[in-house]
Structures are given as structure tokens and as C-alpha cells.
């Protein structure tokens, strides 16, 4: 059973640019959570997608868009990135009927400059 | 918004020492989660309790769901080095269609 897998595992932009994260999700998992992770803070929820549509979002900005594709891998797009934008990309794939039992990935760093 | 605290924010304590950490809301959740994360990784699921008042043990680790289902506590016994990291605790709505709220996190260090 593969795990979740994230990519990349570090990255470095300036504000202004945009950035896409990628996540494979745990084999047989069709459902894929994304959240952000500040320093010092727990994850917030950003979005969740299910059968390649968006099913719940956070409090976040439209910039912050996402993409699940048929094999349930998913990505995360940023646009005109902030300072603030500055944390841990975590993305957690499950069930949909299990929607608590989450397995996350390692998560990608994310700097704006 | 639903928030979950939790305390305290920061543990230090001696190796062989019991803790407890707390999660506390006021919004009722219809499960609850407690995950540790370590540096660098993401966080991995511990337990999923789910009725109130439930007690699941993990070992060294007690977890407790509140009888009205808005708090949970963790409770380590004869703690070790290897219990270090950031503890998160998690719930997941009673009520609509919003998702997993986490809380703000206990970053615990045994001291050997």
C-alpha cells in the first residue's frame, strides 16, 4: 500500500508568483483535503475534492484553486502569492465515506520572498 | 467557525513523568481525532474516538472524549523520549458539511 506523496518537498518563490504542489493520494483513497500549516499552528482546512470537484473550502481566497484528476491525484494552485502564504502545504487523502480518517502526507514548505 | 484550544500550548517534562493535554471547544463534534506530527512530516493519525464519554488506551497513551462531546483529553503515562512532538487534536462536525477543524497544538518534549 503506497502512502501519500507530495511534491515538491521545499520550494522558494517571490510575491507576486504564482505555485502548483502536487499530491498522490493513498492507494484506493477518492477523496483529497488540502490544508495550510503556519509555523507553530495546526493545519486549517483549504479545500476538499471528490470525484474531481470541489466538496467543502475553507476560509480562503479564490487564489488559492485546486485540481483532483481521474486517478485521484491532486493539485494545489496558488496565485499572486503573499508573504503570508509563507507554511506547510499538508495535503491528507481518505474515503468519502470515512471523511475523519485522513492520512496525510509530508507536506511542502512553501517561502515567499 | 468552529475552534478547538488546546493546552497547554508547550510541555517540558522529565522522562518516566505522567502529562495530560487537553482539547476543548464549545461546538459539538460527532468524532474527534489526535494526531502527532514530527518535524518535517505530516500528521499521523493516533485514535478516533466517537461516542461520549468514550476511553480508548493506546498503549501508554489514554484518550477521552467528552460526555457531551465538545472536549477530549490525552493522557501519556511514564512518558519517553520517543513521545516528543507536536500533538493535534481534531473534529469533525456534529452538524453541516464542514470539514476537519484542527486545534492550535501541544508541542510536548521529554527531557531524558
Known amino acids: 500500500e503506497t502512502g501519500v506523496t507530495q511534491s515538491p518537498t521545499h520550494l522558494i518563490k517571490t510575491r507576486g508568483q504564482q505555485v502548483t504542489l502536487r499530491c498522490s493520494s493513498q492507494s484506493g483513497h477518492n477523496t483529497v483535503s488540502w490544508y495550510q500549516q503556519a509555523l507553530g499552528q495546526g493545519p486549517q482546512f483549504i479545500f476538499q475534492y471528490y470525484r474531481e470537484e470541489e466538496n467543502g473550502r475553507g476560509n480562503f481566497p479564490p487564489r488559492f484553486s485546486g485540481l483532483q484528476f481521474p486517478n485521484y491525484s491532486s493539485e494545489l494552485n496558488v496565485n499572486a502569492l503573499e508573504l503570508d502564504d509563507s507554511a506547510l502545504y499538508l495535503c491528507a487523502s481518505s474515503l468519502i465515506s470515512e471523511r475523519e480518517t485522513q492520512y496525510f502526507g509530508p507536506g511542502t514548505r512553501l517561502l515567499v520572498l | 467557525t468552529q475552534l478547538l484550544e488546546q493546552s497547554p500550548q508547550f510541555l517540558s517534562i522529565q522522562e518516566g513523568e505522567n502529562l495530560t493535554v487537553y482539547c476543548n471547544s464549545s461546538s459539538v463534534f460527532s468524532s474527534l481525532q489526535w494526531y502527532r506530527q514530527e518535524p518535517g512530516e505530516g500528521p499521523v493519525l493516533l485514535v478516533t474516538?466517537?461516542?461520549?464519554?468514550e476511553v480508548k488506551k493506546l498503549k501508554r497513551l489514554t484518550f477521552q472524549f467528552g460526555d457531551a462531546r465538545k472536549d477530549s483529553s490525552l493522557h501519556i503515562t511514564a512518558a519517553q523520549p520517543g513521545d516528543t512532538g507536536l500533538y493535534l487534536c481534531?473534529?469533525?462536525?456534529?452538524?453541516?458539511?464542514?470539514?476537519?477543524?484542527f486545534g492550535t497544538g501541544t508541542r510536548l518534549t521529554i527531557i531524558p
Open positions: 481534531a473534529g469533525a462536525p456534529a452538524f453541516g458539511n464542514e470539514k476537519l477543524t
Open positions: 474516538v466517537v461516542t461520549g464519554g
